[in-house]
Nanobody, 119 residues
């Protein structure tokens, strides 16, 4: 089992910045992907950004150039630096830890942290 603890959400004005952190209790496999997803009211959960243990990143188009994902493998921690926040970034942000191995996939999720962007 992997437990994920998120922090850093809150209320911020449009144009402001926030930094989310997510610490995994342990790493069950050295090759893994950590990432952030978000879910706004009435919408499906969507991928925001992911980063592999090797450092490869992927972003949804709507956050490219504004958000930066990074990780510290020594601390099993992933970060999401969010700049130039927009009203439409308001959502609950969930941390994800994923392992793909021999055709099987393991997914672990954090409890979610609220990000609210105000005008």
């Amino acid at each position: 089992q992997v437990q994920l603890v998120e922090s850093g959400g809150g209320l911020v004005q449009a144009g402001g910045s926030l930094r989310l952190s997510c610490a995994a209790s342990r790493s069950i496999f050295s090759i893994n992907t950590m990432g952030w997803y978000r879910q706004a009211p009435g919408k499906q959960r969507e991928l925001v950004a992911t980063i592999t243990s090797a450092g490869s990143t992927n972003y949804v188009d709507s956050v490219k150039g504004r958000f930066t994902i990074s990780r510290d493998n020594t601390k099993n921690t992933v970060y999401l630096q969010m700049n130039s926040l927009k009203l439409e970034d308001t959502a609950v942000y969930y941390c994800n830890y994923r392992v793909d191995w021999s055709g099987a996939r393991l997914d672990y999720w954090g409890q979610g942290t609220q990000v609210t962007v105000s005008s």
